[in-house]
């Protein structure tokens, strides 16, 4: 079995976890290989030596089926990692050094637990719908993925126009500042922060979530996620965005986006069992009485 490393670039603070990493990696005599931009940062507070067979760059080439990806840091760490994955079907697991994790759920006090169970093959696995967005992007003719969302938005000060047609018929338009498509999994995220709902992972669903809308009667669609949602921005001669997860592209006045369920999916392993009730009452504090 191989260990695909993720991080981003880590500092000293971190060093301690990450030698607890290495010592259950070479504990259980796990192949592995770690992104560089961490690489660099470990041989630099740790006395490792990271040979150039162990690490990969923007992408992971020649996946096993049995190769696991653990992810150390916060969400949108995990989401990086996911992306270089390229399509892979493999479990990913993230271990949690940020702020709430609804994606990295294991937390790092919990690095050995984590390591027993990839070893012992015990790790609970969810599926996870993604999104797939076509359109010009950046001038460019493409098809990119989404495991969270995919939201357009104005950059300047002018409010932008999206008109909505989910199946072909149209639905809504929305002046504003944008609008975030959101997959089930991407419910606790941005769409949490503009007012959508939460919606459980396990539902199959599209989430569309006005992004302060110059409208009050506006307010957020949950659609079948086997609908194909068309998106035309208008700029109004200002300068308008779309960002798909962690990357960001500009989009051009009069843009025409689909956006539908990908045939890709992601393995997001679920350490200790833990369910998505379990992790909203304990990251939002919901089990807490603050009379």
């Known amino acids: 079995m191989k260990i695909i490393l993720f991080s981003r670039p880590l500092s000293q603070a971190h060093r301690d976890k990450i030698v607890q990493i290495f010592a259950a990696i070479e504990r259980y005599g796990f192949d592995w290989a770690v992104n560089e931009e961490a690489a660099e940062c470990i041989e630099k507070f740790t006395e490792r030596i990271i040979a150039p067979e162990n690490r990969y760059g923007q992408s992971v080439e020649n996946i096993s089926d049995d190769a696991v990806m653990v992810c150390y840091g916060g ?19 993230g271990i949690n050094s940020g702020r709430l994790g609804f994606l990295a759920l294991a937390q ?3 690095i050995d637990e984590v390591f027993e169970q990839i070893a012992s093959r015990s790790l609970l696995i969810e599926q996870r719908s993604m999104l797939s967005v076509s359109g010009t992007l950046d001038g460019k003719k493409q098809s990119v993925y989404a495991l969270n969302e995919v939201a357009v938005q104005r950059l300047g000060a002018t409010m932008i126009s999206v008109d909505v047609a989910i199946d072909s018929l149209p639905t809504l338009t929305c002046n504003g500042d944008g609008l975030i498509i959101s997959t089930p999994t991407g419910s606790t995220a941005y769409s949490l922060s503009a007012g959508g709902p939460i919606v459980a992972p396990s539902c199959r669903c599209l989430i569309l979530t006005p992004l302060s809308p110059h409208n009050l009667t506006l307010r957020p669609v949950v659609a079948p996620d ?22 960001t592209f500009a989009v051009a006045d009069g843009e025409k986006i689909e956006v539908k369920i990908s045939k890709r999916s992601i393995s997001l392993a679920v350490p200790h069992n833990i369910s998505f009730y379990d992790t909203l009452r304990n990251k939002l504090m919901w089990g807490v009485d603050n009379r």
Request: proline share 0%; glycine share 10%; aromatic share 0%.
């Open 75 to 93: 969400d949108g760490t995990l989401l990086e990692g996911v992306h270089r994955l390229n399509g892979s079907d493999i479990s990913v697991v």
């Open 108 to 110: 790092s006090t919990e």
């Open 226 to 247: 086997s609908s194909t949602i068309s998106l035309a921005i208008h700029t109004r001669k200002g300068e308008a965005s779309i960002s798909v997860d962690n990357r």
